[in-house]
């Protein structure tokens, strides 16, 4: 690092003139109104369900009659009528005719006699709806084992969710017909009645057929858009790990010895961030440079440091700055905000770093590459998951939101990549072995620098964690670390 | 190896050797997290072969039979448009998170998702056990033995949330009275889907917790999950989001208050307001990270998120005034009969105290007599969490934890209809967290004034600080 730049210097590095957290807003102020409009375009293009299905409704006539009555005893009549008014608490206008005639029907005979009942005593729950069920069961006179059944829906009787014909055909078949044939006909009648509204609330809905243009939307989603947005996304996987491997390289650039711990922190931990910043506090803490109130909040400049680190310097400098409208210290509460007032002193680290082939000066370039086809890829799916919703497409609509997660991930591991050189690395090893060599011949420099470079690169441990790491540090000192990290101390 | 002239290796592929390099190696028995471990691992096994060894003893609740049922809502995932997810009774009744771990929890044992037919309350015992809607006894188990795993990790979550805001005794106190609860301990036992709820709640305790202590995207993002995983489960967690909210809420406006005294101008952040990585903002998306979790894992509601959501609220609200009309001596009037209720089963019939005691062959009185124990030990707990949290300010784990323990309590109690007995395990999770706090403080403070204890200086488990290091003039007294 011998060509060192003062902290007055602007950075030495390429700045994009939309950053890229403006990309993110114009990214998200485009995508979301569009992945609003997927969402509920859709009501309007797929057919809309209509009314609420489930709600309560009331018939006009009573649920279960027997005719002539004594065909049903009182406890039989009242479990019908508790089960066709549990029908119509969800909905389903029912009612359960049992009716004597004179001679065995057959099953065309007993549907005809149930259609005339209906005509003649509509099963419904306004006049003219024709929305109800009629459950008929025509009992021959004294030749109970001959008795017939049949379901009558009424024209609008039907959708009724888990409840369709071929569900009925099969409780008259299995259910109601062989109880018929023991001669059971009132337990035909309650076990048939009480299938009916079972497959009514628990019978699993028909699909829903598509539509023509559905069909097409459908199969187009399915079989071409899914496997192309699937090798669309592992391609944004490969590109994303080819351009961290690319990124590290550096194009094979070496890197500058590091003769500072701050260098040598950000390194290690791969980006320079706000630990850095507090770390140098710290360490100006420990030197008498920035001075700590009796409560252990309030930090006020001390000396100006002699001879120390050109970041450490320009922190201090940027503190002593703050501190001045605020009567000569950093009230208690503010110390909250100071670590974001450190963006110029990043930058001129960070410029450091990447001047110095520490930080790979590539990430920029990859960033915008990861981005702009991530961006272009988001829009790309997003049109394939238009029409899988309204084609109902589910491989479509799958892969498409799992390659939005996995844009996603990746996106955000573009933004958290780790800058660091594998040259850079490199040095940061050189300098932490020769530091701690020097500590342990006694050099109190070297010692100290090592304490500030644990300081930075185990500061989230350090406050977040009770370990032995913290042991040479009071409260004081973690409070402070964790309140300018807007963390909290373990 | 590549080395330099001085004999430095420099043969690295990544920076990883670099972070630890200042702190000498400990003891593996110095290790804190290490004892941790094996404390959950103890608890862990404790619970599971308490809840395990119930499973074949504890009766069938017919409940179990719908959970079961809807195990195929976890395959039918891969068919979003499909039948299953069509406006309907049992896909507006129950949220499907619950069916989906019972469901992977049948997959794991080699059990197939198509189960039993759907218990039908309307009708008689006889009707459904006839009828193919009582489950298959290996399909229950299985269910069961779910529970029992689920059930034990809640109590390992509920030691580490109780360990990071106390300490390892108040985290093995909750952990045992949550093993002690019997109501815990019978839902448990059952293919429901409570005990997932009792895991979430716990894991979102633990998340928040790490949360405060380092914020990061990443678990604020798993916080607003759990939030609308549990809600997706059973839509009261999803209250939680509001307060998660309002706290950030008053977060953000501490930022901006503290960054006016440092010309906000020159500071990060938008108009004086903290950047994104302030945890303010991370707790203000929650709402929106619950939303849209408990949206995404409901393919019932992508047709019309909003109006299905509401139709789902209106058809719970329904469901449980019929609760109440075919169960009027389980009817709540209002809170107040809601909480004296709360307080007589929690203090009696559920009362851990009680459970133990009676376990351990102690006369009938004394388990009676002590059985308001784990209640009062749990109020004490929530003053003492109350005041730690007013001490460690708005960005302590402390007060995020009162936050859910609180409005989860109070959520539950003011929406309760119907005393199921179901309806309460979220407060005696909250109960058990709160009273190992007060274990865990109160023992500290005891163990503080132990006479004769010995006391290792601090500084002698670092070894590698060379002699002579400066240290902070604050610490130099000890």
Redesign the interface.
């Known amino acids: 690092m011998a060509d060192r730049p003062s902290p007055s210097q602007p950075p030495m590095r390429f700045r994009p003139r939309v950053s890229l957290g403006t990309m993110a807003a114009i990214a998200a102020a485009l995508l979301i109104p569009l992945l609003v409009l997927a969402?509920f375009l859709?009501?309007w293009l797929?057919p809309h369900?209509g009314d609420?299905?489930?709600v309560g409704v009331k018939l006009a006539q009573p649920g279960a009659a027997a005719s002539p009555p004594s065909l049903l005893t009182a406890d039989d009549m009242k479990a019908l009528n508790?089960?066709t008014n549990?029908g119509s608490l969800?909905g389903m206008p029912m009612a359960v005719r049992v009716v004597r005639v004179s001679d065995p029907m057959t099953e065309e005979e007993t549907q005809a006699a149930a259609a005339r009942y209906v005509a003649a005593t509509p099963i419904e729950t306004t006049p003219g709806a024709k929305d109800g069920l009629l459950f008929y069961i025509a009992v021959p006179m004294n030749q109970p084992k001959a008795a017939t059944a049949a379901f009558v829906p009424g024209e609008h009787f039907f959708p009724q969710?888990?409840l369709t014909q071929e569900r009925l055909d099969t409780t008259l078949n299995d259910i109601v017909t062989p109880r018929l044939a023991l001669g059971n006909y009132a337990d035909a009648a309650k076990q048939g009645a009480?299938w009916v509204?079972?497959d009514q609330?628990?019978g699993?809905?028909?699909?829903?057929p598509l539509t023509h243009g559905q069909q097409v939307l459908n199969h187009l989603a399915n079989w071409v858009l899914a496997p192309l947005v699937a090798m669309l996304t592992a391609g944004y996987a490969g590109l994303a790990l080819w351009s961290g491997r690319a990124a590290r390289q550096n194009r094979g650039l070496t890197a500058a010895p590091i003769d500072s711990p701050y260098i040598?922190a950000a390194?290690?931990r791969?980006r320079a961030d706000?630990a850095l910043p507090a770390g140098a506090m710290l360490a100006l803490?420990?030197a008498g440079n920035l001075q700590?109130a009796a409560d252990?909040r309030t930090i006020a400049p001390g000396p100006e440091p002699d001879g120390a680190d050109p970041f450490a310097c320009a922190i201090w400098e940027r503190t002593r700055e703050?501190s001045e409208?605020?009567g000569g210290a950093?009230?208690r509460?503010?110390?909250?905000?100071?670590d974001?007032?450190f963006?110029p002193q990043l930058a001129y680290l960070e410029s450091r770093l990447i001047s110095g082939g520490l930080f790979s000066s590539q990430i920029p370039a990859m960033n915008r590459l990861m981005w702009g086809s991530g961006f272009l890829l988001v829009l790309i799916i997003a049109s394939v998951l238009v029409p899988s919703?309204i084609g109902?497409?589910?491989a479509g609509?799958?892969v498409g939101?799992l390659a939005l997660a996995v844009i996603a991930g990746l996106t955000?591991w573009t933004l958290h990549r780790?800058r660091?050189t594998?040259a850079g690395?490199?040095e940061?090893?050189?300098w932490?072995?020769?530091q701690?060599q020097a500590?342990?011949a006694?050099d109190?420099a070297a010692?100290?620098a090592?304490?500030t470079?644990?300081d930075i690169?185990?500061q989230?441990d350090m406050?977040?964690e009770?370990?032995?790491?913290r042991?040479?540090?009071?409260?004081?000192?973690l409070q402070i670390m964790a309140r300018l990290r807007?963390?909290?101390v373990? | 190896m590549a080395t330099t002239a001085n004999g430095i290796r420099t043969d690295l592929s990544s920076a990883n050797d670099l972070r630890p390099a200042i702190p000498a190696p400990r003891r593996w028995w110095q290790e804190r997290r290490l004892w941790h471990a094996l404390i959950a691992v103890a608890l862990f096994s404790l619970a599971f072969g308490t809840y395990l060894h119930g499973n074949e003893t504890t009766g069938f609740h017919p409940d179990e039979s719908r959970w079961l049922n809807r195990a195929h809502y976890l395959v039918d995932l891969l068919d979003p448009f499909g039948p299953t997810w069509e406006d309907q009774y049992l896909t507006r009744g129950q949220p499907p998170v619950g069916s989906y771990v019972i469901g992977i929890g049948l997959l794991l044992q080699g059990r197939g998702p198509e189960t039993n037919l759907a218990w039908d309350f309307r009708r008689s015992s006889a009707f459904n056990t006839d009828n193919g809607m009582f489950p298959l006894e290996a399909d229950r188990q299985a269910g069961r033995r779910t529970n029992n795993v689920l059930g034990a990790l809640a109590v390992v979550a509920v030691f580490y949330v109780v360990t990071n805001l106390s300490n390892a005794a108040g985290g093995i106190a909750a952990g045992l009275l949550l093993i002690a609860n019997p109501l815990q301990t019978w839902h448990n036992r059952l293919a429901l889907a409570d005990t997932t709820l009792t895991l979430t709640l716990a894991l979102l305790a633990l998340v928040l917790v790490h949360l405060m202590r380092r914020p990061r995207w990443s678990l604020a993002i798993l916080a607003g999950v759990l939030v609308g995983l549990g809600g997706a489960n059973k839509f009261t967690p999803l209250a939680l989001a509001v307060p998660l909210a309002g706290l950030g809420f008053l977060m953000l406006v501490q930022s901006w208050w503290a960054g006016r005294a440092l010309k906000p101008a020159t500071l990060r952040g938008w108009k004086g307001l903290p950047p994104l990585r302030d945890v303010s903002w991370m707790l203000l998306s929650t709402p929106l990270v619950a939303g849209f979790t408990f949206v995404a894992v409901y393919p019932y509601l992508w047709p019309d998120p909003i109006g299905r959501a509401l139709i789902l609220l209106r058809f719970r609200q329904q469901e449980m005034a019929s609760q109440s009309r075919i169960y009027p001596d389980r009817n709540i009037a209002d809170p107040v009969e809601s909480a004296r209720r709360t307080w007589d089963y929690l203090t009696g019939q559920w009362s851990g105290t009680q459970s133990f005691l009676d376990l351990i062959g102690l006369p009938a009185k004394v388990g009676t007599m002590l059985a308001p124990l784990d209640v009062w030990l749990a109020l004490a707990g929530l003053l003492v969490l109350g005041l730690l949290a007013a001490a460690k300010g708005l960005r302590s784990p402390h007060l995020m934890v009162f936050a859910v323990v609180a409005v989860e309590s109070a959520t539950v109690i003011v929406s309760m209809k119907t005393d199921f007995e179901r309806y309460y395990l979220p407060i005696v999770l909250g109960n058990v967290i709160t009273a190992g706090i007060f274990v865990g403080v109160v023992g500290s403070l005891v163990w503080r004034v132990v006479p004769g204890r010995v006391r290792h200086p601090r500084s002698s488990r670092t070894a590698t600080m060379p002699a002579g290091a400066p240290v902070l003039k604050e610490h130099a007294g000890g």
Do not use: K
């Not at chain 1, 699993?204 to 829903?208: E, G, K, N, V």
């Not at chain 1, 009770?466 to 790491?469: C, Q």
């Not at chain 1, 042991?471 to 000192?477: F, L, M, P, S």
């Open positions: 969402f859709v009501q797929v369900e609420d299905r489930l508790n089960i549990d969800f969710m888990g009480a509204v079972y609330l628990f699993t809905m028909p699909r829903i040598a390194v290690a791969g706000d803490i420990d700590l252990g703050l409208p605020a950093i009230p509460g503010a110390v909250l905000r100071l974001d007032a963006a919703l109902r497409a589910a609509f799958i939101c955000w780790y660091s594998d690395i490199r940061a090893r050189i932490l072995t020769t701690q500590a342990l006694g109190t010692t100290l090592l304490r470079y644990r690169v185990r989230e406050v977040a009770r370990t032995a790491l042991a040479d540090r009071g409260t004081h000192a807007g963390m909290s373990a």
